[in-house]
């Protein structure tokens, strides 16, 4: 059974380019949640989505980030206009949303965007 | 979610045991105390996670005061592949399935050979 996925591992970008990050949940998970990581700091919660809904954006700056989690393929986070202060490790997580008491979140291995 | 307080950092020798403390005197009678950690360039992985009575997995022991304010996750032996970041974090059950997991600083665990 294949964990979290998340493709590129590595990315570079030039200032003003766009920045496409992929995550593919474990199976038969339906939430999934973006984390950032900016260098030397702990991680922060982004967004947390369910199929085609957006169900917390809170940590999400307010321009240039969007995320989405169509019906079908697997969840986007897309930066417009990445500026040098994007640089950081972007990690997905996902679970299967039971409304468990343990409700653990399994993570991928990140995405590590630099802008040059 | 509550907060907690740990050490920033700790050390420890490979094969001895390893208590990594967490302070949450504000938790709410419906918070678990939930352990992540973090392993050099890589993802998050759950650890062990508890409510009142203390917890044991594969990888570790979870140690929980009987006021609840404080915890304490237990390596028993640690390895080298046990050096990492851990977190101790507050979950409410009354949160819906998809609250996010709010993460502190953590404590470096250093393991020397």
């Known amino acids: 059974n294949a964990g979290v996925m998340q493709n590129p591992r590595h990315l570079v970008r030039r200032r003003g380019q766009e920045a496409r990050l992929r995550c593919s949940p474990m199976?038969?998970?339906?939430?999934v949640y973006w984390y950032r990581q900016l260098p030397e700091e702990g991680l922060k919660f982004m967004v947390y989505?369910?199929?085609?809904?957006?169900?917390?954006e809170s940590g999400m700056p307010k321009e240039r980030f969007s995320a989405e989690f169509p019906k079908e393929g697997p969840s986007i986070l897309r930066i417009q206009q990445v500026v040098r202060g994007d640089s950081a490790a972007y990690f997905c997580?996902?679970?299967?949303?039971?409304?468990?008491?343990?409700?653990?979140?399994?993570f991928g291995p990140g995405t590590r965007l630099t802008v040059l | 979610d509550a907060k907690t307080t740990q050490p920033n950092s700790m050390e420890s020798n490979e094969e001895e045991p390893v208590h990594l403390p967490c302070n949450h005197s504000?938790?709410?009678?419906?918070?678990?105390i939930h352990w992540y950690r973090q392993l050099p360039s890589q993802g998050p992985e759950y650890v062990i996670h508890?409510?009142?009575s203390n917890v044991n997995n594969r990888m570790a022991s979870l140690a929980i005061a009987e006021d609840r304010k404080s915890s304490t996750l237990i390596l028993h032996r640690a390895t080298l592949r046990d050096a990492a970041v851990y977190y101790c974090?507050?979950?409410?059950?009354?949160?819906?399935?998809?609250?996010?997991?709010?993460f502190g600083k953590g404590t470096t665990l250093s393991v020397s050979s």
């Open positions: 504000t938790i709410s009678g419906t918070d678990y």
């Open positions: 989505l369910q199929k085609e809904n957006i169900i917390d």
């Open positions: 997580a996902s679970s299967p949303g039971l409304a468990g008491v343990r409700n653990e979140q399994f």
């Open positions: 508890g409510l009142t």
């Open positions: 974090i507050l979950r409410g059950t009354l949160n819906q399935a998809g609250t996010a997991l709010i």
């Open positions: 199976k038969g998970h339906s939430h």
